[in-house]
Structures are given as structure tokens and as C-alpha cells.
Nanobody, 119 residues
């Protein structure tokens, strides 16, 4: 059984910062690509950022230069540092990860954490 659990969401004023965490737990043999998506009310899910097992990163244009994705392989955790937040960043942020266990390789998703940017 593998789980991804996000934390760190909340209410922040425009221009502020938040740091999201997503911890993977369970019978994990290998942890590969990890990433973040977000879904705003009434909109489709949007890809935000991804980091490879070796630390290579890529970002959506809408967050490039403001958000930083990182990971701690010893803790099976991926982070999203969000700076210079804007109201349009308001969404539920969900992490995902490609994980190998003893019996299978698949993509797992967390439940999400709410981020609200408002004055």
C-alpha cells in the first residue's frame, strides 16, 4: 500500500509565500519522477512542475521564476516552494509520483491541499 500525503496549504496574501510538502509512504522500492498539479474551481487540472529522480526540473510557464520544486530522496518527499503568489494561483494542489513496488510500477496521486491567495 502506497500513499502520498500533501501538507502546507493555507491562506496567504498576494505576494506572499507558501511551501508545500508531499510525503510518499508504504512499500516503496523505487521513487522516480515526482510532480505537482493544481486545479482551480471550474477549471481543468493544470500541470505545475516536475522533478526527476536525478533532480532535473521543469515548470509551467505560469509559475516559472516564482515556484521551485525540490525533493529529499531520503525522506521520499517532494516540495513546492511558492513565492510571489498571485490570486490566480488559488487552487487545490495535488502531488503525484511514479513509484515502483515489489509487484508493480504505477503513478500515485495525493488527495490535495488547498492554497488560497487573497487579501
Amino acid at each position: 500500500q502506497v500513499q502520498l500525503v500533501e501538507s502546507g496549504g493555507g491562506l496567504v496574501q498576494p505576494g506572499g509565500s507558501l511551501r508545500l510538502s508531499c510525503a510518499a509512504s508504504g512499500s516503496i522500492s523505487s521513487l522516480y519522477r515526482m510532480g505537482w498539479y493544481r486545479q482551480a474551481p471550474g477549471k481543468t487540472r493544470e500541470w505545475v512542475a516536475v522533478i526527476s529522480s536525478g533532480g532535473r526540473t521543469n515548470y509551467a510557464d505560469s509559475v516559472k521564476g516564482r515556484f521551485i520544486i525540490s525533493r529529499d530522496n531520503a525522506k521520499n518527499t517532494v516540495y513546492l516552494q511558492m513565492n510571489s503568489l498571485k490570486p490566480e494561483d488559488t487552487a487545490v494542489y495535488v502531488c503525484n509520483a511514479d513509484i515502483g513496488t515489489m509487484v508493480m510500477f504505477t503513478t500515485y496521486w495525493g488527495q490535495g491541499t488547498q492554497v488560497t491567495v487573497s487579501s
